[in-house]
């Protein structure tokens, strides 16, 4: 197919359309992601200070991931207060060349959004908002430009290791600051948080009980942080979603009438994250609560708690996604079971995966078990108005469908540019969506009629809009702007492209 070279910006105003909470493209059983851990290394990247060996290495996952039937990847971009990007305010991090605050040579975020979407995958920036260290409390050790060795009245220690305090003001506004460069500079699905707040079980002060006072005060200040996080991003791109993935047990029972029949780990009391107050006040898209548990395990079954999340989300418009922990043989062993058991509840539209090392070694052979299930998984029914686009003679899969409004054939503008082989990148600062190559300029603006091919301006027949937080233009617009040859088959019931 012959390459289409140009450059487009799509200008995003504060009038599109989104619903908050709704995935794009979501169905039941439709997110299947996996973690991919980058701290300690663990899954990536195996070779340090290598660009391409990096860069080979996540591709060749990600193409396994894929195969299995994996739509999401959650990759680790800041596993100890530092950053697998460029940032102007935290430090490389030293999982890329062994050096903390080592320039890498390439921009590792970026390289990663860039071949994920290639392969009509969605990608989830995962963030440990707090942690500086998994081991070892010596500030000296960070590199120089480490806000928290420039900062230490940021900083807390607990069981040798060294965590920003959530109590400080400052560290809330660098973290909010945090996320927002990520969501300005780059074209991410979601900012994912897991399960780290405060360190576990950090002492409360002499006196002070687990339901009294300063208890109540620490899960404010997380309150507080989870509330801005979530305003911060959608106050740049309503359509990036915020997830978290906590402590799979939010309260037992015996600590609360609320909680779940279970006496296990509890994130309230642990790590003070009250994930309850989130998903009631909708200050997250979706929660990933970490199910690690077999079924009928004494302390927490799986069921009772996947019963019991269902249960919280329902009617909140927050998404329930279940954590599985294939490194568990237990779990893996039975993955199966556990995933016939979600389709049981309506308010489970997926799963997480961890840890990606098991997943890709078939652990217990749960890999073959997932691909399985996946395969099984019924797939999106065409409604009424809704069509198929074939470019070239190869169908293009989309993640939002095309659809036809007002008698016109609107189709989904990333999944067809990209399927003609267009480079595409977001650029938040303006709120640009960009393709480029070539001498070719188009600009669109949504709910405008006016685009401008090389500054000069056209009228479309209908004006781009907004569903489910992709942008869906006019199909004519290839016609008009790329020189395409675009035919509809009104007994298929489908769009044919022909790139010229």
Known sequence: MKKILCTIIILIFSTVFFTPGVMAGATPQNMQAVWMATVLNIDFPSVKDDVAAQKNEYIEKLDKLKA?????????????????????????????????????????????????????????AWLNPYRITTSGADLSALSENHPARLHPDWVISHNNSLCYNPESEQVQNHIVATVEEIVLNYNVDAIHFDDYFYPSNYPLPQ?????????????????????????????????????????????????????????????????????????????????????????????ADYETLVRWWSNEVKGTGVQLYVGHGLYKDVVANEIDKQLDINKKYSEVNGSFYYGMKNLLA????????????????????????????????????????????????????????????????????DRTVIATGGDLSVRLQIANKTAYRNGAPFILDSPPVIINGRTLIPLRFFSEAFSCKVEWDEAARCVIITST
């Open 68 to 124: 299995i039937g994996i739509n999401t990847v959650v990759v680790q971009v800041r596993p100890k207060a530092d950053a697998l990007y460029k940032s102007g305010i935290n430090p490389w991090s030293d999982v890329l060349t062994g050096t903390q605050g080592k320039d890498p040579g390439y921009d590792p975020l970026s390289f990663m959004i860039e071949e994920t979407h290639k392969r009509g995958m969605s990608f989830h």
């Open 207 to 299: 006196g002070e009980v687990k339901d009294g006072s300063a208890a109540k005060s620490r899960i404010q200040h997380v309150n507080n942080m989870v509330q801005r996080v979530h305003a911060a991003i959608k106050n740049i791109n309503k359509n990036v979603l915020f997830g978290i993935s906590p402590i799979g047990i939010w309260k037992n029972s015996t600590n609360d009438p609320a909680g779940s029949k279970t006496s296990g780990y509890e994130s309230y009391y642990a790590v003070y994250a009250d994930t309850r107050t989130w998903i009631k006040n909708g200050w997250i898209d979706y929660v990933a609560p970490q199910i690690y548990y077999e079924t009928g395990n004494k302390e």
């Open 362 to 429: 078939n652990a217990a052979g749960c890999t073959e078990k997932i691909k399985l299930f996946i395969q099984s998984l019924p797939k999106p029914q065409a409604q009424p108005g809704v069509i198929q686009v074939f470019i070239d003679g190869v169908p293009v899969a989309f993640d939002v469908l095309p659809v036809i409004i007002n008698n016109r054939t609107m189709v989904p503008f990333r999944a067809v540019v990209e399927a003609l082989n267009v480079k595409v990148t977001w650029n938040g600062a």
